[in-house]
């Protein structure tokens, strides 16, 4: 999107843009700060601590899928965006997302240990969650369509979760998650 496009669809002038933004990439500079600043600050507030994992890794998938309905035209537009960002900000963007990975890692992790969940390929789970938190963001207009609400989703999600981090030996085989 051109900043162009932009201001015809923000109703502003061209002027009326520069004034705020000196290009893009400082807007969009900005938007992906507003993102994460304000995703961080949420989870800060709101996450359960580490003392029950289960818990944590629910309440995660949660917040990351009701933020991502709460703010989808934003959370697509880095989501989308990231590819042509200037270098800076994809870094940026990868750094927030691999910090998210690890964190989910670590809880599989600890989970593993503790006894409470079997996953035998914790990073590909750990990717996998991402992936799917960040589904609801990139095919947010395929579910309006089905008419898959955002509480079915977090709910398919959590569900699924569980099932990979403790599958049934048919399931293992299945879907291949041995190391």
Same mark, same amino acid.
């Given at each position: 999107?051109?900043?162009?496009?932009?201001?015809?669809?923000?109703?502003l002038?061209?002027?009326?843009?520069?004034?705020?933004?000196g290009? =893009? *990439?400082?807007?969009?500079?900005?938007?992906?700060?507003?993102?994460?600043?304000?995703?961080?600050?949420?989870?800060?507030?709101?996450? !359960?601590?580490?003392?029950d994992?289960?818990?944590?890794?629910?309440a995660m998938?949660?917040?990351?899928?009701?933020?991502?309905?709460?703010?989808?035209?934003w959370?697509?537009?880095?989501?989308?965006?990231?590819?042509?960002? !200037? =270098?800076?900000?994809?870094?940026?963007?990868?750094?927030?997302?691999?910090?998210?990975?690890?964190?989910?890692?670590?809880?599989?992790?600890?989970?593993?240990?503790?006894?409470?969940?079997?996953? *035998?390929?914790?990073?590909l789970i750990?990717?996998?969650?991402?992936?799917?938190?960040?589904?609801?963001?990139? =095919?947010?207009?395929?579910?309006?369509?089905?008419?898959?609400?955002v509480?079915?989703?977090?709910?398919?999600?959590?569900?699924?979760?569980?099932?990979?981090?403790n599958?049934? !030996?048919?399931?293992?085989?299945?879907?291949?998650? =041995?190391?």
């Open positions: 999107m051109s900043l162009r496009d932009l201001c015809q669809e923000a109703d002038s061209m002027g009326g843009m520069y004034n705020y933004f290009s =893009k *990439d400082e807007l969009s500079y900005m938007i992906n700060q507003f993102v994460v600043d304000t995703l961080d600050g949420i989870c800060h507030a709101v996450l !359960p601590g580490m003392d994992v289960e818990v944590r890794l629910e998938i949660r917040l990351a899928i009701y933020m991502g309905e709460l703010f989808q035209p959370y697509y537009f880095v989501l989308m965006e990231g590819k042509s960002l !200037p =270098k800076p900000q994809r870094e940026a963007v990868k750094h927030y997302e691999s910090r998210n990975v690890d964190e989910l890692r670590t809880l599989v992790e600890i989970g593993n240990a503790s006894n409470l969940f079997h996953a *035998d390929n914790v990073a750990s990717t996998s969650i991402l992936s799917l938190t960040q589904t609801w963001v990139l =095919k947010h207009r395929d579910f309006q369509i089905s008419s898959i609400s509480q079915e989703y977090a709910d398919f999600v959590v569900t699924s979760v569980r099932t990979l981090l599958p049934s !030996p048919s399931e293992t085989e299945i879907v291949g998650l =041995k190391a």
